[in-house]
């Protein structure tokens, strides 16, 4: 399906009962609303799904700005267009960043958070931008760039305004086979109110790829609480 914002036409993938509360997934960096098709079935048995594909990935609009605020601005917005009042916010990597940064500003908006091995950037590691890849690519090189560039240099404010998040957020981390270094989630569950961290150990950084069973169960069992 498509919608129409200011950035461009976005393409999204919606699925579920229209009458079952909403939920809004946000996929990772060279990723698409795809990324989310293991988990989507079991999803959509309790909740109406919109996965967006982001700008510059997917079948979304090219565009001269690439940003993690650009990002969220467009989320504000495409919740806005489809009539959603309060949604669930689940993310994974670059997507769950964009996520905790929507939920630092418009916690008003959310029934909750679900961060998916992905916390704020926080400047450390090696962001050096690769030699673009050969041939045609599915997502727009500019802002692969643009991104690796704010994850070497991110606006501490991401960090600081994590207690802002006023909702119960979910954390989640693939365990010892994730590139994100251990004590990180924990620091950002420990930072957010009302979080619990989960770790499914083995399941590397896309989680809900690697073990979607336990990541539908983590998630069922944080929701029931």
Known sequence: MRVSLSA????YVETGDLSAPPMVL????????ATWEPVTPGLAERWHVFALDQRGHGASARTTEYSFE?????VLEFVDRLGLDKFLLVGHSMGGSVAAIFAEQHSERLTGLVLVDSPPPDGEGDWTVPPRPDGELDYDWDCFVAIFRQLA?????????LPRISVPTLVISGGSTSPVPPQVLPEVARRIPDATLTTIDGAGHVVHQTRPTEFLAALDQHLAR
């Open 26 to 33: 946000l996929h990772g960096l060279r990723s698409s609303a």
């Open 153 to 161: 240099d991110p606006d501490p404010a991401w960090w600081a305004d």
């Open 70 to 74: 650009a990002m969220r601005d467009d």
């Open 8 to 11: 461009g036409e976005f393409e």
